[in-house]
């Protein structure tokens, strides 16, 4: 069993930042994916930036230049550096891990940027 523990997030003013840190836990297969996934009310869930062990990150065009995702294999952790926010940012962020074809996800932690 794999389970994901998010923190971070909160309300911030437009222009500011936020970190978000997430854990995984339980049996995790070496070969995986972690990132963060965001979805907005009214609005499916996307892609905001991911990272193969090992391997480059891949960032939606929305958050590029802006956000940063770094992960630590010896901790199996995951954390999303998020600077210059935008009220276009809200949403509830999600932590991801997939491995062995299948999706993990976390509880999900809210960002919220006032203008």
């Known amino acids: 069993q794999v389970h994901l523990v998010e923190s971070g997030g909160g309300l911030v003013q437009a222009g500011g930042s936020l970190r978000l840190s997430c854990a995984a836990s339980?049996?995790?297969?070496?070969?995986?994916?972690m990132g963060w996934y965001r979805q907005a009310p009214g609005k499916q869930r996307e892609l905001v930036a991911e990272?193969?062990?090992?391997?480059?990150?891949n960032y939606a065009d929305s958050v590029k230049g802006r956000f940063t995702i770094s992960r630590d294999n010896a901790k199996n952790t995951v954390t999303l550096q998020m600077n210059s926010l935008k009220p276009e940012d809200t949403a509830v962020y999600y932590c991801?891990?997939?491995?062995?074809?299948?999706?993990?996800w976390g509880q999900g932690t809210q960002v919220t940027v006032s203008s």
């Open positions: 991801a891990l997939v491995m062995l074809r299948t999706n993990y």
């Open positions: 339980g049996s995790i297969f070496p070969i995986n994916v």
């Open positions: 990272m193969a062990r090992g391997s480059s990150a």
